[in-house]
C-alpha cells in the first residue's frame, strides 16, 4: 500500500488524529507554562526553592518518556488509560526548558539596568514586573518553543497508553510492519513540530530586544 | 526664637563613615570619612580607581550600606529613612545610563514620576521641561528606544531622568565618563548651564581633574578610602598636601599627551 492511497483513504481518520494531538500538545503546554513562568519568578529570589526545582525538573527531563508512561498509568487520580496521563507525562518534560529559561532571562540583565532601577527607587516587585519581565520575554518565548517542539514529538509515544493522537499511526505501522502507516503519522507530527518552531520563532524574533 | 538649625541642615552628611564589603572583611572601602555637603552645592569627588568614591556615592541612596559612622540625607540617617521614599527624592546616574531598552525615551524619563503617581498632564509638562534642560527636542526623541541614540544623547537621557521626578539631590557616576573628548565637553556644558538653574545638590563622582575643577563648586579627593582634601577648585589646585599635588601632577603628565 503506497503512502499516498493510505493518506487518501484515512484523511478523516488522520485529521482526528492530529486534532487529538494538538490537543494533548496544546493543553500540555498551557498547564506547563502556567507552571514554569511563576515558578522561575518565584526563584530568581529564593535559591533553596530555585535548587530544588531546577533538580526536580531535571529529574524528570532524564526518565525516558516510555518509561514515564508506564510509571504513571498505576497512579490513582493522575495517572491511569487516557489522555489525562498523557498530559501530565508531557507536563512534565515541558516544565524543565521554560523554567530555565525564564530563570536564565530574568538573571541575566546588564546589571546596570538593575541598579538604575533599585536607585530610582523601584519595589522587588516593580523591578520584576517592569523590567526584568519584559526584558525575559524573548527567553522565556525560546523556552515555550523548545518544550512545545519536543512535546509535539514526545505526544507521539502517548498512544502506547491509549491517549490517541498521531501516535497512534506510528504504533500501528510499526505493528503491521507498514512505513505507509508509520509515515502517516510521523510526516505530521514532523510538520507540526515545524509550524510551531517556525510561528514561536517569528514572534520570539519580533520581542526580541536589540 | 527662629530655628537656625533648619537653614543649617546639610543636604547629605557623612559623620565618621566608615564601609567595608562585610563585617568579616578587615579591609575597609572607606573609613573615617566625615564630610558636610550643603544644599545647592556641587561636589565633585574626584580619585583613582579603586579610592573609594563610587562607594561613596552609593551610601548615600543607600544601594551600599554603611558599616560604621552615619550617612544623613536631609538631616535624617539613611538607614531611618523609608528606602523606596529615599531613592525616589534622589536622583541617580551612571556611566552606562542604566536607560531601559525596552522603554522609549519618554517612558524612561517619565518613570519615577509616574511610579509616585503624578497627574498624567504634570508628568507631561515636566517631560518637556527636563528634556529642554538637556538640551533635546522631546518631541523628536520622545518615541525612540536607547538603542536608536548615540551615546551622547543616551547620557543626556540619562540625566534628564534623574532630573524627572525633581528630587532635591542629584548622584552622578562619572556621567560623561564614557563619552568622546568632543561630546564629553559639550555635555560638561550643558551640565554646567543646568546645575546652575536646578539648584541641586549635585555630588559628582570623577577620575579627571579638569572636570572636577570645572564643575564642582568643591573639590574632595579620596585616597585609599579617606577625604585627604576638601577645598573649593580654585583652592584646590593650590594646596600642599602631598596625595593632592600628586594627583595633580600625575594629570597634567596625562593632559600633555592629548592635543
Known amino acids: ?210 | 526664637m527662629p530655628e537656625p538649625a533648619a537653614i543649617t541642615t546639610p543636604a547629605i552628611e557623612f559623620r565618621d563613615t566608615g564601609y567595608s564589603i562585610s563585617a568579616k572583611d578587615p579591609r575597609s572601602i572607606l573609613s573615617g570619612i566625615s564630610l558636610r555637603i550643603a544644599e545647592g552645592e556641587v561636589v565633585a569627588v574626584l580619585g583613582r580607581s579603586g579610592s573609594g568614591k563610587t562607594s561613596l556615592l552609593k551610601l548615600i541612596n543607600r544601594i551600599l550600606r554603611f558599616s560604621s559612622g552615619d550617612v544623613l540625607v536631609g538631616g535624617k540617617s539613611v538607614s531611618e529613612w523609608d528606602l523606596i521614599q529615599l531613592r525616589r527624592g534622589i536622583g541617580y546616574v551612571i556611566q552606562e545610563t542604566g536607560l531601559f531598552p525596552h522603554l522609549t525615551v519618554k517612558e524612561n524619563v517619565c518613570l519615577v514620576p509616574e511610579l509616585e503617581g503624578w497627574p498624567r498632564d504634570r508628568t507631561r509638562l515636566r517631560f518637556y521641561d527636563v528634556m529642554a534642560l538637556v538640551g533635546l527636542n522631546a518631541d523628536e526623541y520622545g518615541k525612540r528606544y536607547p538603542r536608536e541614540l548615540s551615546g551622547g544623547q543616551r547620557q543626556r537621557v540619562g540625566v534628564a531622568r534623574a532630573l524627572a521626578a525633581d528630587p532635591r539631590i542629584l548622584l552622578m557616576d562619572e556621567p560623561f565618563g564614557a563619552l568622546d573628548p568632543i561630546t564629553r565637553s559639550e555635555l560638561q556644558q550643558v551640565f554646567l548651564d543646568l546645575s546652575r538653574r536646578v539648584c541641586k545638590t549635585i555630588v559628582l563622582v570623577t577620575h579627571d581633574l579638569r572636570e572636577a575643577l570645572l564643575l564642582g563648586t568643591r573639590v574632595v579627593l579620596l585616597n585609599g578610602g579617606h577625604v585627604v582634601a576638601s577645598a573649593s577648585p580654585a583652592d584646590f589646585v593650590k594646596l600642599d598636601e602631598p596625595a593632592v599635588r600628586e594627583f595633580i601632577a600625575t594629570s597634567e603628565l596625562r593632559v600633555g599627551h592629548t592635543p
Open chain 1, 1 to 210: 500500500m503506497s503512502l499516498w492511497t493510505f493518506f487518501s483513504s484515512h484523511r478523516q481518520e488522520i485529521l482526528a488524529a492530529i486534532q487529538q494531538h494538538l490537543f494533548l500538545v496544546g493543553v500540555s503546554m498551557l498547564i506547563a507554562i502556567a507552571v514554569s513562568v511563576p515558578l522561575g519568578i518565584l526563584i530568581v529570589s529564593r535559591p533553596r526553592l530555585r535548587a530544588l526545582a531546577l533538580a526536580v525538573a531535571n529529574i524528570f527531563q532524564t526518565i525516558p518518556s516510555l518509561a514515564l508512561f508506564g510509571f504513571l498509568i498505576p497512579l490513582p487520580i493522575l495517572g491511569g488509560i487516557g489522555a489525562q496521563t498523557a498530559i501530565v507525562a508531557l507536563v512534565l518534560y515541558a516544565i524543565l526548558p521554560i523554567l530555565r529559561n525564564t530563570y536564565v532571562g530574568l538573571t541575566s540583565i546588564d546589571p546596570s539596568i538593575l541598579e538604575a532601577a533599585v536607585a530610582m527607587g523601584m519595589t522587588e516587585n516593580q523591578v520584576m514586573f517592569r523590567v526584568r519581565l519584559p526584558l525575559a520575554k524573548s527567553f522565556i518565548l525560546a523556552g515555550i518553543r523548545t518544550a512545545t517542539v519536543i512535546t509535539i514529538g514526545i505526544a507521539t509515544i502517548a498512544a502506547a497508553i491509549g491517549a490517541g493522537g498521531l501516535g497512534t499511526f506510528i504504533f500501528r505501522g510499526v505493528a503491521m510492519v507498514s512505513n505507509a502507516v508509520i509515515l502517516a503519522g510521523a510526516i505530521p507530527a514532523a510538520i507540526l513540530a515545524l509550524l510551531a518552531d517556525y510561528l514561536l520563532g517569528f514572534l520570539e524574533r519580533r520581542w526580541r530586544i536589540n
